[in-house]
């Protein structure tokens, strides 16, 4: 299975995931297999300063991902992929490496496609107001989880100085 990344690096792995797709200038694909990683490429994202709908989805799956990894998506970009086979993980945050071992882990959410209806118009207008609260609520659980993973990276980074320190 070969997974895309959207990425804000070319640090492969130890690079750090990007919120939204179609914009990153990067994207590293992770080639998996049993549970191994066999392959990891960087490939800058040759749409990232000016795409129109479908380039992006259309060139993930040219690269031969069956899965896509970003912060964060819109639903019509979620259908698209949909509807090239390539499942859309969005929620995510943090070193890439990170979240290829939650995904592997079965630790990571897996989108769940929103699909048009003749009454989404409607829908919309109702949905807002509901979602405004849930939106609040999730932005509040990932900040905290962001927090989170945040005091891991300045814990790890002061381990290592120290280090470094007590060579010099």
Not at 35 to 60: C, K, M, S, T, Y
Not at 86 to 112: F, H, M, S, T, W
Not at 128 to 141: G, Q, V
């Amino acid at each position: 299975m070969v997974i895309a990344f959207a990425a804000d690096d070319r640090n492969g792995l130890e690079g750090v995931l990007a919120y939204h797709f179609g914009r990153c200038p990067f994207f590293t694909f992770v080639k998996v297999e049993d549970g191994n990683v066999l392959d990891v490429r960087v490939e800058e994202n040759p749409f990232a300063e000016n795409h129109q709908v479908g380039v992006v989805p259309e060139w993930i799956k040219e690269n031969g991902a069956e899965m896509i990894v970003a912060g964060g998506m819109g639903p019509r970009a979620q259908q698209m992929f949909a509807s090239f086979g390539i499942q859309p993980v969005v929620g995510a945050y943090g070193k890439i490496g990170d979240i290829l071992n939650q995904l592997l882990g079965g630790e990571v959410r897996i989108a769940e496609v929103e699909h048009e209806h003749e009454h989404i118009n409607e829908e919309c207008k109702h949905r807002d107001t509901r979602n405004k609260e849930s939106s609040e609520n999730e932005e509040i659980r990932r900040l905290k989880l962001e927090v989170d993973q945040l005091r891991k990276i300045v814990a790890d980074l002061g381990s290592r100085l120290s280090k470094l320190e007590e060579k010099s």
